[in-house]
Structure formats: C-alpha cells, structure tokens
C-alpha cells in the first residue's frame, strides 16, 4: 500500500480512474476464448497412448443417521444390492473422517466412506451414479451425498 501523499490517489480520483477504464473489445473476446477453452479441456482430457477417457466420480456418504449410524452390515447391502449391479467392472471404498455444515447451519463430524468409481462418459453411468445418491439418501435419511465429478485418463 502506498501511505497517502505518496503516489497513492486520493479516494475520488480512485474512483474517476475505475470508472474511466473500459477494457476494449479484443480483451473481452480473449477473456471469453480463455474461458471457453477452459471448459473445454475439463471434458475432453488429452489422453495419450494406451489410455482411455472416462470420468472418475467420488461420492461421499455420512453415516450419521437420524437415530444411530449405518453399520457394517447396512453398507455391505447397500454395496452389494444397489452399488455392484450398476458398476460390476469395479469400484474402490475407503473409511474416512468427514464434515460438513448442514442444512441447519450446525457443523457435522462423522464417519464417512468414499465410493470411487470409473466409468465411461454416458447417460447409463450416469443414471446409475445418481440412482445410487438418491438411494442411499432415502435408505439411510441423508441430508446430501457429496459428488465429485472430474475428466481421468486411465490405462491398465
């Protein structure tokens, strides 16, 4: 920052001088081109070689419940009836420690668990994926099942 007196403009100059710029119209072509490109490259990731494009989705799910907490034994069902049959090629799940503002305000801390899944980008994966959230929020009376969707290139 500049101490006043010292090349720094008074406030009202400051405010002349912000309201007098006008980026021109080449600049704002470039900043929309950069944008655009940008969303471009997050779907269609540049993959080399042996790789494939498909996208990689990680849900996270509270285990919290209204009264008590989804067991061992719920999850297991849960993965076997409803996860393996939409995504039999595989999937990963790990335990994790969560939190997150609810809906009230008030900040959770529970235990989690991650489901990582790879898959083609399609409407079928997609339809599953969301069966799957809107599943487990109704079996289990979740607030919200966190998705994270993102472009992988993967190879074997």
């Excluded at 996860?83 to 939190?99: D, I, K, M, N």
């Excluded at 487990?136 to 290139?153: G, H, M, S, T």
Aim: hydrophobic share 45%.
């Amino acid at each position: 920052m500049h101490p006043a007196g010292r090349g720094a403009l008074k406030p009202v100059e400051a405010l002349r001088s912000l309201a007098a710029f006008r980026p021109s119209a080449s600049a704002m072509v470039m900043v929309v081109l950069l944008a655009l490109t940008g969303c471009a490259s997050f779907h269609s990731p540049a993959c080399t070689g042996e790789e494939q494009a498909f996208i990689q989705d990680s849900l996270y799910f509270g285990t919290a419940k209204p009264v008590g907490i989804v067991t061992p034994g719920e999850w297991a069902d849960f993965l076997n009836k409803v996860v393996s049959p939409r995504f039999p090629q595989g999937l990963t799940v790990w335990e994790a420690a969560g939190q997150w503002r609810g809906g009230d305000g008030a900040i959770v801390r529970e235990a989690s668990r991650v489901l990582n899944l790879l898959h083609p980008d399609d409407a079928a994966s997609e339809k599953a994926v969301v069966e799957i959230v809107v599943e487990y929020k109704a079996r289990f009376q979740q607030e919200a099942v966190l998705r994270v969707k993102a472009p992988a290139c993967i190879s074997f």
